[in-house]
């Protein structure tokens, strides 16, 4: 069964810290890796990684994949408030169709 | 990408009615996507919706339950029937970017069922 799994459930840190998220998964014909950041109700997109070793990069925030040992992980650094969300992390794959697969996702709450 | 609205953005509704949620995206998409968020949990697809055929449900959902709509390439409905507080949820929809491997979510709505 395809399964995204992520860690840590839920991270408390404070303003300026740097924060390390992982997602690991055992999916079926893997496509790519998705990074959402969930503040309210919808998940707005961050990255997307289809290539291993290949950093993305957006600001205080990157994100790596590697496909050998099935895990991308986001960093953050120099926290700030605005930080504060649930980050989900997302593989597609094409098992029959091609869908999506979420993880549960990590609550971090940056204090200032 | 282009961009999605949902409606209502929230409602509060009892037991055993109805309530059908409206997604418009502002350009024409091929494929769009219904999941649903409960409490504390991570989003499950519940079907795809492409424009001129019947909706792809997920295992665990049905057409009866969730009943789709897909009139054309920029609208989409998604009705929750019968409902119970277990379907107290955030419901969202998406559509994929170019390439298909981007997915863009809508605003979302949130429904508690009493």
Redesign the interface.
């Known amino acids: 069964e395809d399964k995204v799994v992520q860690s840590p459930l839920s991270l408390v840190v404070h303003e300026g810290d740097t924060v390390t998220l992982n997602c690991s998964y055992e999916v079926t014909n893997f496509r790519s890796l998705l990074w959402y950041k969930q503040e309210k109700k919808a998940p707005t997109f961050l990255f997307m990684l289809t290539s291993s070793g290949i950093e993305k990069k957006s600001g205080r925030l990157s994100s790596i994949l590697d496909k050998k040992e099935l895990f991308s992980i986001l960093n953050i650094t120099a926290t700030q408030t605005g930080d504060s969300a649930i980050y989900l992390c997302a593989v597609g794959a094409t098992s029959g169709t091609y869908k999506y697969i979420f993880g549960t996702g990590t609550r971090l709450k940056v204090l200032a | 990408s282009a961009v999605i609205s949902q409606k209502p953005s929230r409602d509060i509704c009892q037991r055993g009615t109805s309530l059908t949620i409206q997604c418009q995206v502002d350009s024409q998409v091929t494929m769009m996507f219904w999941y649903r968020q409960q409490p504390g ?5 519940i079907a ?1 919706a492409n424009q001129g055929s019947e909706a ?1 449900y ?1 295992s665990g959902f049905v057409i009866d339950k969730f009943p789709i709509s897909r009139p054309n390439l920029t609208f989409s409905t998604l009705t929750v029937s019968n409902m119970s507080p277990e379907d107290s949820s ?1 419901y ?1 929809c998406s559509h994929r970017g170019g390439g ?11 429904l508690t069922v009493l």
């Open positions: 949990q991570s989003l499950t697809l795809t792809t997920e955030i969202l298909l491997d981007t997915q863009y979510f809508g605003p979302g709505t949130r």
